[in-house]
């Protein structure tokens, strides 16, 4: 029996276009767990199979989609008729709601024979205080976040977002939102005093006017004090100021395409010369490409300005300066932001490297 065994083995790792397709079939091949609570733990269940095909085979693999699942199987032959299983384990743990994930079984021939599927939702657990609004604030007050986050902030539309407190002391507590970084733009909604034990969102909105555009970055940061006292929590709230989309049907609209998102100077000598590296930026629309906005760094010079103007079918050279002795030593890693008139994709992030020697 075990020299019948090995032949079956080594038959399997020699590739001989002759054999028969593997087949391995799973009776059931999909599992619904059912609702689970995130509480009780991880979930198993066992699926059974049996070869159908002609020839033995062996489980080289079984792959998954995610880490919270986890399969348990044996690598030992599976002769034609005979069965073997593959246990599937599933973590809850910080995944509530409904999940969905697909096993893949690999042969020793590298092929897939077999696709498993687990189902089901998960009741997720209570969480504490700490875990919903994990900021402190200091005095008692917590906070959900500190960063609010707009993509894009269009004219004449108001956006709004919010920041979730809790007063977790014992006594009411005061709040104040000092401004350190003003755009002129945002709109704060906030209580003074919070009672005991009080939850509530602190709202925040921007409004750029329609008959005054402002293009690019928009930024802001609010220092939180409670009851007259700080401990350096800063809200910060940004986004990026562009044009509003075009109405009615079919609009001809600008399209701006770069040759490039990666500038690379790679080494340079921190005493050696001004280096210059172009990209392209090109016009494949049917209107007008304008540029809004560009935003460079403080390490490295940009010759695209606002204002300029690319017709359908147009491009223009964007050249990038870098000057070496006014950095320092080391791997340097930024941005160059372009904001233009494309209503489809207004913003270009170009990532720029180098690195500066001695």
């Known amino acids: 029996m075990t020299n019948r065994l090995i032949t079956f083995i080594i038959t399997l790792l020699i590739p001989i276009g002759s054999f028969a397709q593997e087949k391995l079939r799973f009776e059931p091949s ?30 080289l693999d079984v792959v998954t989609s995610c880490g919270c699942t986890v399969p348990e199987f044996s690598r030992q032959p599976i002769l034609p008729g005979a069965r073997t299983s593959i246990t599937v384990t599933f973590d809850p743990t910080n995944r509530p709601g409904t999940f969905d994930k697909e096993l893949w079984v690999y042969s020793t021939q590298r092929k897939r024979i077999a696709t498993l599927t687990i189902r089901g939702n998960v009741t997720p657990r209570p969480k504490s205080i700490e875990e919903l609004f994990p900021v402190d604030a200091g005095g008692g007050l917590r906070l959900s976040a500190t960063l609010c986050t707009f993509a894009y902030i269009y004219a004449g539309k108001r956006m709004q977002g919010a920041i979730g407190y809790v007063n977790n002391s014992q006594h009411p507590l005061r709040l104040e939102l000092r401004p350190e970084v003003s755009s002129g733009l945002l709109t704060i909604e906030a209580p003074r005093m919070i009672a005991p034990g009080e939850r509530g969102e602190i709202n925040l909105s921007y409004l750029i006017p329609a008959d005054k555009p402002r293009y690019g970055t928009i930024r802001d940061a609010l220092e939180v004090v409670a009851d007259g006292q700080s401990n350096g929590t800063l809200l910060v709230v940004h986004g990026i100021g562009v044009d509003t989309p075009p109405g009615g049907a079919n609009p ?10 990666f500038i690379k100077f790679g080494p ?21 490409l304008v540029v809004r906005a560009v935003e460079g760094t403080e390490h490295v010079d940009v010759s ?10 147009d491009s223009a050279r964007l050249e990038v300066t870098l000057d070496p002795s006014r950095q320092e030593f080391g791997v340097l890693s930024d941005h160059i932001v372009v904001i233009t008139n494309d209503p489809a994709r207004p913003m270009r992030r170009i990532r720029v490297t180098a690195i500066i020697e001695q």
């Open 30 to 59: 999909v599992w619904n767990f059912g609702t689970i609570l995130e509480t009780d733990g991880r979930v198993s269940h066992t699926f059974t199979a049996e070869n159908v095909g002609s020839e033995p085979l062996v489980i």
């Open 252 to 261: 001809k609209v600008a399209r701006a395409e770069v040759s490039e998102n």
């Open 268 to 288: 340079v000598r921190h005493s050696g010369v001004v280096c210059r590296r172009s990209i392209t930026l090109a016009n494949t629309g049917e209107a007008d």
């Open 304 to 313: 695209l300005r606002p204002g300029q103007r690319l017709a359908p079918g």
